[in-house]
């Protein structure tokens, strides 16, 4: 089955415990994205990667690193979490680095920092 | 800058209601405009999309036309049901450019039996 997964769904962590958001695709998709959603903003993009090696800031990018070494993962890795990071965060892909495409997104991670 | 406005929610009809939920863009040229869909608990899935002028897209019985003219991608729904309760969100794809999305704020859509 064609899917985006993400791991772990949910999690509660402390300020300044760093933590990583796995994100892994079987679709042999170019394009992924890690989006964070929250009430009243709608989606906002974080990061985002046309290819292996290739990553580029989205517009809420502060706090967050990510890597793309390998075509299926693009994992999301919060250095020193802050409690203004609490959010659920979405990874996507898609086929191509055309916008016309169709962007597939996992079920999303529910992440609580106190 | 491009932009995307919807209209705020939560919107809430009967069953079998028409719906319509409004979506217009500022943006040049011909963007790629989209209508995505989140039910409770899940990640978004694409619901329909149209790439040119004039062009209707539809899918599960919602339909929306690229309006160039107005500037609008309204999403219409002749007779809503309990599980089409969700919240909508309306995105474009910039022409040129780095392809990335530009997404509206989403609307939830409540359906009362």
């Known amino acids: 089955e064609a899917q985006v997964t993400q791991n772990p769904r949910y999690l509660i962590t402390v300020t300044g415990k760093k933590l990583t958001v796995t994100c892994s695709q079987n679709?042999?998709?170019?394009?992924m994205s890690w989006y964070r959603q929250d009430p009243g903003l709608g989606l906002r993009q974080i990061y985002y990667?046309?290819?292996?090696?290739?990553?580029d800031k989205g517009d809420v990018p502060e706090g967050y690193k990510v890597s793309r070494k390998e075509k299926r993962n693009f994992p999301l890795i919060l250095e020193s979490p802050s409690p203004n990071q609490t959010s659920l965060y979405f990874c996507a892909s898609r086929k191509s680095d055309r916008g016309d495409g169709e962007l597939f997104f996992g079920e999303g991670s529910r992440l609580t920092v106190l | 800058g491009d932009s995307v406005t919807q209209m705020e929610g939560p919107v809430t009809l009967s069953e079998e209601a028409f719906l319509t939920i409004n979506c217009t863009y500022t943006a040049t040229g011909y963007p790629s405009l989209f209508w995505y869909v989140q039910y409770p608990g899940e990640g978004l899935q694409l619901l329909l999309k149209?790439?040119?002028a004039d062009d209707k897209g539809s899918n599960k019985g919602f339909e929306a036309t690229y309006r160039k003219e107005t500037t609008s991608f309204h999403l219409e729904k002749g007779s809503v049901q309990v599980s089409d309760s969700a919240v909508y969100f309306c995105?474009?794809?910039?022409?040129?450019?780095?392809?990335?999305?530009?997404w509206g704020a989403g609307t939830k859509l409540i359906i009362k039996p």
């Open positions: 679709m042999n998709h170019e394009y």
């Open positions: 990667s046309m290819n292996v090696e290739v990553t």
């Open positions: 149209a790439t040119k």
């Open positions: 995105a474009l794809s910039p022409t040129g450019g780095n392809y990335q999305l530009i």
